[in-house]
């Protein structure tokens, strides 16, 4: 309990620090629309981050995010273009992503494969069926994206709405915070993260729980694609290329094991805030270029990362 | 008809090496048969596949341009080869390689060093990409995985961090000569059979890659035997580090250009599929060199074929991906349970 | 006492690929009852146990709860017919609290979503019922907890559920004294309440302070089941060691080997101490000689062989070789003073599966050269075929894999793996584990061998024959403490057996 409020500590310490840099040295930093924007724009990289969080909670890896994301994009322009309902294409595209990670899930545990390989495999796949249904950008142009999106964003102040794609990332964290803190299956998937054999033991049905798991994360990536079709208005196959390695990268900075068992999702929201107010402030900046964002937040993961490290040894070397 | 018989020829000698491989029981095999029905199907339905043409000294032709750009991954997977039988992975590679790149072109325009001091120096950021994973895996105990993850994430930083962020284009005859050039076959293949030689002769020649097996294979007992698992880790990391600076080489000199978002973007992924087709367990525990460069021939055949058939460019991943998991399942206990099985119920039925 | 038992098991099989680890097993546990169930290594209580909750399938016999027959599936299955366990090791989630342990999988939910505040109270409720002196924090991390915490964290899950039967597996092997005796009164009180406790433990003051009957098992198969007060600590000893009691009265003296006296000493260990493996213990190492290590299962035995071969660093003491004083913190150090040790888990910390008897032959040789003088093909495949012959290694080539080979030959080819090296000392432990008669013949005879060619030998055994055979001293192990040395005459199963029992 502690050191998981540790984590979560020195993470709002350093989103204090990235906030303090940004109000000294640019005005207008502090403002409602600026957190407003970060939410917006970082909303379908957060909800991925968010299934991401769940799979490596439980002691595993996704690296189909991104593909799945852009599959579930240009699947949702292909058909508005065709004719079918917005809603509709959505609600397909959904049932797809998690039937796909289902899918993974089951490869995972019925034949006991190393979860990188199979989602490695899967991360093609979902490329590749991306292709299939179009390879070239293809905008969407239905009432739903040019009206009903924008009428619903809820107006904060004077000027400042709190876009549609931001409402969907608030509520991901929410449910995924619930999910995560206050039911079975939750408790259930840090078992299996913390140490799979004793849940077998303790009767966690891990066979289940993997499909599961890997299911909830396709369907947290196709439910990221559509809200990319909100935010780009267009679906395109080739793009998000890496994107796993942004969720990834946002829910170990928030405090998420790599090797299971430790985390959450309120973490892993702050860690993608950090991801995104890194980028902000960059562009803020103007001269600052964009690759020290990788750099900062490769050393992000380092102290992360080694002071967990650390943690863990220590308290491995007390016993 | 010369060229018939250079097929025939040709076909025989690939036969006679299939053989020996099986009844050597050489893991080998696997990967070359499925390289060899790549070729077989191009016998047959890709006119053209196998003519080769000789211009200028050079050799010309659709083998020779599969080896040629297989070669970046070649190189790769015999660096990972290492890393996975000593039971780790190395995810940073692909960034690497764009530091590296990157580190030759600026050195190159922006210092205006000569391209053999450029080329050290390239050679020289891989060596320390390695040390640092390997500092990193081996000294602080992070998993693989998680470690290289760092260097993956911000390596594409650093190396945008050199270059300015702009697209350095050299044109220098020594530099362009890694990519591009050819003694008879392309330069890049003969380096990678001579990243090959020196790889093998590192780890046959000593007893490293003895070690290294050791290692992946049961670190415990490696350890009770009196082994340094540590520096044994630390060393294949280093040595990741410096064929991924090789690769990054050839890549950048290749399209003369040393772009660091794009450069090696990927190719971490191929080279551990390379590995893996070449029959290596991610487990760890047995090294497959020369299995290893098959497999990231295969790869490469696969991908030129499609194109050669017309398969839209854009359907690629999806036979990668069916590829990958065909070999995972092959490789999985229960499926091998399954297939070793298969005889003795079948047996069991009969004497009932 | 005499009514219908609470738990039966007949007549229980169970194989698995190689090994026929339950043979026609028996048990019975009544209500109100402390069953210890007593055993070495390999005996068949983890898996009869594992059996009993469904972790395992039975492949044959039955068994029954108060007189219905049952089939549990897994561990869960098991805890609906009244069945809750403590594994070893306590088998508990480390990332999750204290009332997430106890409460897993068993939360309090309204509409799905978990109660936290009733979590936490079922939690405290659970402990409170195990009357600790010392409050637990239930919202403390599993992983922050001391061993015994813990444990009373897997016993108070246990017991959350309405159980009738509760499985204790070497509860007390990683507790102290006081710890243990708080433990003991729990199980005195749940018993007092009718319930049925099977009781897996391998000290024997214990079994006799708490239980009330005992089976014993032995390779997989019951020896028999008795009764504490009327079976006699020796005799359970004898049970467990596979002698009938008779014949441990009739065990004469072995056939007398003189021990030469002025042997020059070679090693002396001078109080070194483990914290939680070994207390502080001396002993010498003589040249021409094995000392054979004698105790039960978790007195020490093997735990002063790892501190002596640097794989667990000692906290204390020294060791002086040729009259200078060292210390070993790597195995590597130990192989550079001349040490050399066969593992007592084969598997896991002694071959190299994967590699070949020839490569894991030279393993030990190379690592000594280092990785640059590189043991030339010729000579490593002429050292192999050396060893293959001189030790009888039964294969078709020096090629084979290891993980090929039976137990046999893998435990020859580690032999090998030593003798390559040609070390001073040579510590064995459980040599001729799981090995063929025929096998564990050559063996000793391969050890007498190196005794006579001068190499000294520590020899660790829970084959008390193998060690009153093969020693020319004996130091017998008790609970960590070295409590007595046996030289020459005094040297005979009887005479160890009373010590260890005393």
């Given amino acids: 309990m502690k050191r998981r409020h540790l984590t979560l500590l020195a993470n709002a310490l350093v989103l204090l620090l990235l906030y303090g840099i940004g109000g000294v040295y640019f005005k207008n930093f502090l403002t409602l629309r600026v957190f407003v924007n970060l939410l917006g724009d970082n909303a379908f990289m957060g909800i991925a981050a968010i299934g991401m969080t769940f799979v490596i909670i439980s002691g595993g890896i996704d690296l189909s995010v991104a593909s799945v994301i852009a599959f579930t994009s240009i699947f949702i322009a292909q058909t508005v273009h065709d004719g079918l309902h917005p809603w509709w294409a959505m609600a397909m595209a959904l049932c797809l992503g998690w039937l796909f990670g289902a899918t993974q899930g089951w490869l995972i545990s019925f034949f006991e494969l190393p979860p990188f390989l199979v989602t490695l495999s899967g991360m093609f796949f979902a490329r590749g069926m991306g292709y299939i249904v179009n390879d070239v950008s293809l905008a969407i142009k239905h009432g739903v994206y040019s009206q009903t999106i924008r009428n619903l964003a809820i107006p904060l102040a004077k000027n400042v709405r709190l876009p549609f794609t931001a409402q969907c990332f608030i509520l991901f964290i929410l449910a995924g915070t619930f999910l995560l803190a206050f039911t079975r299956f939750g408790r259930y998937i840090y078992a299996i993260g913390s140490n799979e054999a004793s849940a077998r033991l303790m009767g966690v049905p891990v066979h289940r729980m993997k499909i599961l798991i890997y299911a909830l994360s396709g369907f947290c990536a196709a439910a990221s694609g559509c809200v990319v079709t909100f935010y780009m208005q267009s679906g395109n196959s080739s793009s998000f290329v890496g994107l796993e390695m942004d969720a990834i990268a946002s829910a170990v900075i928030g405090g998420t094991l790599l090797s299971g068992g430790v985390g959450g999702v309120p973490g892993t929201f702050l860690g993608a805030i950090i991801l995104g107010l890194i980028q902000a402030l960059i562009s803020f900046h103007g001269n600052l270029n964009n690759w020290w964002a990788k750099i900062f937040i490769g050393i992000l993961l380092f102290l992360f990362i080694s002071i967990q490290q650390l943690l863990s040894r220590r308290l491995r070397a007390a016993r | 008809m010369t060229r018939i018989a250079a097929i025939a020829v040709f076909w025989t000698c690939l036969l006679a090496v299939l053989y020996l491989l099986r009844r050597q029981r050489n893991v080998a095999f696997w990967p070359l048969l499925a390289l060899s029905a790549i070729l077989l199907f191009n016998l047959f339905f890709t006119p053209h596949f196998y003519n080769l043409e000789m211009r200028g000294g050079h050799l010309y032709g659709v083998p020779i341009d599969i080896i040629n750009h297989a070669s970046k991954v070649a190189v790769l997977s015999l660096g990972m080869t290492l890393v996975i039988g000593a039971g780790g992975i190395d995810l940073s590679v692909g960034a690497v390689m764009a530091i590296a790149g990157a580190t030759m072109a600026h050195l190159n325009i922006e210092a205006g060093m000569a391209p053999g001091y450029c080329i050290l120096a390239a050679l020289a950021t891989g060596l320390l990409a390695g040390m640092w994973n390997g500092f990193l895996v081996a000294i602080m105990e992070i998993p693989p995985m998680v470690a290289t993850i760092i260097l993956m994430v911000s390596g594409r930083g650093v190396a945008q961090l050199i270059t300015s962020g702009q697209i350095i284009n050299f044109n220098n005859p020594v530099l362009n000569f890694i990519g591009n050039g050819f003694i008879l076959i392309p330069f890049p293949f003969i380096l990678t059979l001579v990243v090959f030689g020196v790889t093998y002769g590192v780890t046959r020649g000593t007893a490293l890659g003895f070690m290294i097996e050791a290692v992946g294979d049961n670190e415990v007992a490696a350890r009770r035997a009196g082994l340094s698992a540590k520096t044994i880790k630390f060393l294949v990391y280093v040595f990741a580090g410096l064929c991924a600076a090789v690769a990054g080489l050839v890549h950048t000199s290749n399209i003369r250009s040393a772009d660091a978002n794009n450069i090696g973007l990927y190719l971490e992924l191929d080279a551990i599929m390379a590995v893996v087709i070449g029959g290596t367990a991610m487990t760890g525990g047995r090294l497959y060199l020369a299995s290893s460069v098959i497999g990231a021939i295969l790869i490469q055949a696969l991908t030129t074929t499609m194109y050669a058939k017309d398969v839209s460019p854009v359907v690629a991943p999806v036979p990668k991906a069916l590829v990958i998991l065909a070999v995972c399942l092959l490789q999985s206990e229960r499926v091998r349970r399954y297939l070793a099985d298969r005889p003795n119920r079948a047996q069991g039925r009969g004497n009932e | ?502």
Wanted: net charge neutral.
């Fill in chain 3, 1 to 502: 006492m005499r009514q219908e038992p609470l738990l039966t098991m007949r007549g229980i099989e169970k194989s698995f690929p190689g090994v026929r680890a339950l043979k026609d097993v028996d048990f019975t546990l009544r209500s109100g009852q402390i069953h210890a169930l007593m055993g070495e290594n390999g005996a068949g209580k983890s898996t009869l146990i594992k059996v009993l909750t469904g972790v395992y399938p039975r492949d044959g016999g039955d068994m029954a709860m108060e007189g219905t027959r049952i089939f549990p599936s897994s561990p869960r299955d098991a805890e609906k017919f009244g069945i809750s366990t403590v594994y070893q090791e306590v088998n508990l989630i480390p990332h999750l609290t204290v009332a997430e342990n106890i409460c897993l999988g068993r939360e309090d939910r309204a509409a799905g979503i978990i109660r936290w505040k009733k979590v936490r109270e079922r939690a405290r409720k659970a402990l409170a019922r195990l009357e600790l002196d010392d409050g637990i924090d239930v919202e403390a991390q599993l992983s922050d907890c001391s061993i015994a915490v813990q444990q009373m964290v897997a016993i108070a899950r246990a017991l959350d559920i309405d159980a009738k039967v509760l499985i204790l597996d070497e509860p007390t092997s990683s507790l102290d004294e006081a710890e243990s005796d708080e433990l003991f009164s729990i199980m005195a009180r749940l018993k007092k309440r009718g319930m049925g406790i099977i009781f897996v433990t391998h000290f024997l003051d214990q079994v006799y302070r708490v239980s009330d009957a005992i089976t014993v098992l032995r390779n997989g198969q019951l020896v028999g089941e008795y009764s504490a007060a009327e079976l006699p600590r020796l005799e359970l000893v004898a049970r467990m060691m596979g002698k009938r009691a008779e014949e441990v009265k009739r065990l004469e003296k072995r056939a007398a080997v003189t021990t030469k006296s002025g042997r020059k000493t070679v090693i002396s260990v001078r109080r070194l101490a483990r914290k939680g493996s070994i207390n502080p213990i001396d002993f010498d190492l003589n040249e021409g000689e094995v000392l054979g290590l004698a105790g039960l299962l978790g007195s020490g035995r093997s735990e002063t062989a790892e501190v002596l071969f640097g794989v667990d660093a000692a906290d204390a003491g020294e060791i002086e070789i040729d009259g200078r004083a060292t210390k070993v913190d790597s195995p590597a150090k130990a192989m550079r003073l001349g040490f050399g040790m066969l593992t007592e888990d084969r598997k896991y910390s002694g071959i190299i599966p994967n590699l070949s008897i020839k490569e894991n032959i030279i393993l030990a040789m190379q690592a000594k050269l280092g990785p640059l003088k590189k043991i030339p093909p010729r000579q490593a495949n002429e050292i192999a075929d050396g060893f293959i012959k001189a030790l009888d290694i039964r294969t078709p080539s020096r090629e084979q894999l290891v993980k090929n080979l039976s137990g046999g030959n893998q435990q020859k080819v580690i032999i090998a793996r030593w003798l390559a090296i040609h070390p001073r000392l040579l510590i064995l432990d459980e040599p001729t584990r799981g090995i063929d008669v025929g096998t564990r013949a050559e063996i000793e005879e391969l050890i007498r061998k190196l005794r006579d060619e001068g190499m000294s030998l520590l020899l660790i055994s829970s084959e008390l024959d193998e060690v009153v055979r093969n020693s020319q001293r004996v130091l017998v192990l008790r609970d960590r403490n070295k409590i007595a040395e046996l030289a020459g005459e005094d040297i005979s199963e009887q005479r160890i057996l009373h010590t260890i029992a005393q």
